[in-house]
């Protein structure tokens, strides 16, 4: 299977070394400064600095106790929940859809469903601020919903896409032949077989949602400041060893949905492996 | 109906069939399409509503019209050649009373004072001098008199300018361009041309930022394509971590790690490489570091599935035919790259060119992006018309740019370049 079976000559070697060692390189980079904040939040001294003068728990303490942190991880959670069930149920439907329609127009639609993602994070911000203000949705949850639901739901129709594609349409003709009504056939054919594509929609969406913050930097009162959205004013002002607790909690989430998403790849190609 | 069924089934069977068919499949597309809908019509509000309402903004000019509704009038047959004529002034004059005792002079000062500077001065000053509304033909001297900004044409043009409905003075400002007071187009002063150097800026560390991420992502791509699957699915972890983990995470990972007294900085000097602190912050370095941290994954996945799709055969196949190593790679592994290479780097200098909370962080004034002007005269000056048309630009070049990367990943599949 491997390559490595064709390297015969010096020069190859020494190429394949030179990649080995370039790419341990570029690991590092990616993954270093995300293990090295790590510690500090475990630091008993407020200074981020190596090596820690003692361990200690003060600073998750400080995020726990502290109403402005508990309130931004509670309004990302509000936010981040509600705009994944939002762009479910709308990717769903549309990615159900967009796999039967047929006309030369799909590629057009499509484009314009996927546009939220390529659109640069500023000009939808500038646009929903103009557009949002007169009609009271600034500094409103609502309003940050409905923003996070249109940036989520394009990865909502991707993964969904993807699931349906590999989806054998006989089984909904089977069904139908045997007497399922539509909704029937749904529920009990087509939902369990594209469940872990939906189930890695929601994640997608989740993240997207969970790591926003440059329409909540322009939408977002006091009330509705989110994790993300405190750590930049964190940043800004003073980066105390309270943010490193708080990207600690940020990362954890991340690896969980990692994992998630990783696990249901696994699954899905097992059962892939295994099946018809 | 019954005739035509009974007909069609003595004479021809196969056309009510298939129209019977043509009709259950226009339900089926019908259906279809009223899936789609809803999510449309929710974009539609939610996001190309308030795009469009955006680029409306960078052309519309209502201040003038709505404070100064006679003046515009009055001018409306003005040629500009010479100043306008008494009514003009009448009617300037009466609008400036009007706006005054309504408080909305400011609105026109503000408006106005873009388009030439000190306008401000000229109109609040006007505003608070005029006592009474001038005696029918006087008011020409009694404005003269007031501010002598009056007698001048590019004063008058400057309102005529403005008057609207729809102007292209900010599109123009976005790009350092102006009209002079006869109408032509011309650079604008040295003090407001500061535009083509920040889209400049963005284009260039936009560029610098990809060229890193292929320089580093392609060997990482290229190890994990070759390497059988269980180790190279273990060290997919180490790209797909970071690409998870929170932008706000990674980007503070950066700050402390880079900072004086940072992890970077006590190393070196602990290791007496050097003797002073390095500032690798809060500079073009650390904007350039900490984004193709960021961007890097988006150039290492779509490089590493175009890798993937090359057979092994094709290199055992030149080595065979006697093509030395370098020269099967430059010939016929490379160029099977091309099209991940391009989406890669389209992709990655896309995001580029819209960073913004990055920038804004570990970047210092003079390495702050477009779309960090673009939230400053939103947010800040509330200078709308100018925002959106930087905006609009900025978009311009992402949709050209998007549209580019469509036709690339065309036949590739449509989650290529996205996460995953």
């Not at chain 1, 936010?79 to 329609?101: D, E, K, N, P």
Request: hydrophobic share 50%; glycine share 6%; with cysteine.
């Amino acid at each position: 299977m491997s390559d490595n079976s064709s390297i015969r000559t010096p020069s190859q070697r020494i190429a394949w070394t030179a990649t080995i060692v370039v790419s341990t390189l570029v690991f590092i980079f990616l993954i270093a400064p995300i293990l090295a904040i790590m510690p500090l939040s475990f630091s008993s001294s407020s200074y981020l600095t190596y090596p820690l003068p003692g361990l200690s728990l003060r600073w998750y303490d400080d995020f726990v106790n502290s109403p402005r942190w508990m309130n931004s991880l509670k309004n990302s959670m509000i936010i981040g929940v509600a705009s994944t069930l939002l762009s479910m149920v709308l990717g769903t439907l549309a990615a159900l859809g967009l796999a039967q329609w047929k006309s030369r127009f799909k590629p057009l639609v499509l484009a314009f469903v996927l546009s939220p993602v390529v659109v640069p994070g500023v000009i939808t911000a500038v646009g929903l601020y103009f557009f949002f203000a007169p009609i009271g949705l600034t500094g409103s949850y609502l309003g940050l919903i409905l923003a996070h639901t249109a940036l989520a739901t394009p990865f909502v129709v991707i993964t969904v896409g993807a699931t349906l594609q590999s989806f054998d349409t006989n089984l909904a003709r089977a069904a139908a032949s045997l007497g399922a009504s539509p909704l029937q056939a749904f529920r009990r054919v087509i939902l369990p077989l594209i469940l872990p594509g939906l189930a890695s929609g929601a994640l997608f969406a989740f993240a997207t949602s969970f790591d926003e913050v440059v329409i909540v930097l322009f939408m977002a009162g006091p009330e509705q400041r989110t994790l993300p959205r405190e750590m930049f004013s964190g940043i800004r002002e003073n980066i105390s060893p309270t943010i490193t607790a708080a990207a600690v909690i940020l990362t954890t989430v991340s690896v969980v949905l990692l994992a998630t998403l990783e696990a249901l790849r696994r699954r899905n190609e097992r059962l892939k492996g295994s099946g018809s | 109906m019954t005739n035509a069924l009974l007909t069609g089934a003595n004479a021809s069977t196969d056309v009510p069939l298939k129209r019977r068919l043509r009709r259950a499949e226009r339900t089926r597309q019908v259906k279809a399409l009223a899936l789609v809908l809803p999510l449309l019509l929710f974009l539609l509000f939610t996001f190309a509503g308030p795009i469009a309402g955006m680029l409306w903004r960078s052309v519309e000019d209502w201040e003038v019209r709505q404070v100064l509704p006679q003046t515009v009038a009055a001018l409306a047959n003005w040629d500009g050649k010479d100043l306008p004529d008494e009514n003009a002034y009448a009617a300037l004059a009466s609008d400036i009373m009007a706006a005054r005792a309504a408080g909305t002079i400011a609105i026109a000062a503000k408006r106005l004072n873009y388009a030439l500077n000190g306008f401000r001065t000229i109109l609040t000053s006007t505003g608070r001098n005029l006592k009474a509304v001038p005696e029918p033909g006087t008011a020409k001297e009694t404005l003269g008199k007031i501010n002598p900004a009056w007698r001048e044409r590019a004063t008058w043009t400057t309102i005529k300018d403005a008057s609207g409905p729809i102007t292209g003075f900010y599109l123009l400002a976005a790009l350092d361009l102006t009209r002079n007071a006869d109408g032509a187009i011309v650079a604008a002063p040295p003090d407001q041309a500061i535009y083509r150097d920040i889209f400049l800026r963005t284009f260039l560390i936009s560029l610098g930022v990809t060229a890193l991420c292929l320089i580093l992502g392609f060997p990482v791509a290229y190890l994990l394509a070759t390497l059988p699957p269980g180790r190279s699915n273990l060290l997919m972890i180490f790209v797909l971590l970071p690409f998870w983990t929170s932008l706000l995470v990674r980007t503070c990972a950066w700050i402390v790690l880079l900072q004086s007294k940072g992890v970077v900085n006590d190393s070196l000097l602990w290791l007496g490489i050097i003797d002073a602190p390095l500032r690798l912050i809060y500079n073009r370095f650390g904007v350039c570091v900490a984004m193709t941290h960021v961007l890097l994954p988006f150039m290492i996945l779509p490089l590493y599935s175009s890798m993937k799709a090359i057979s092994p055969a094709y290199m055992r196949a030149a080595a065979s035919l006697g093509a030395p190593p370098l020269t099967a790679f430059l010939r016929i592994y490379l160029p099977q790259t091309l099209p991940g290479i391009g989406a890669g780097s389209l992709l990655v200098f896309i995001l580029a060119l819209g960073y913004y909370i990055t920038p804004a962080l570990v970047g210092g004034a003079a390495d702050q992006m477009i779309s960090y002007f673009i939230a400053l005269y939103t947010t800040e000056t509330a200078n709308w018309g100018l925002a959106s048309a930087l905006g609009a630009v900025l978009l311009l070049a992402t949709v050209l740019l998007a549209l580019v990367y469509g036709k690339l990943v065309q036949g590739q599949q449509v989650t290529g370049g996205m996460k995953n």
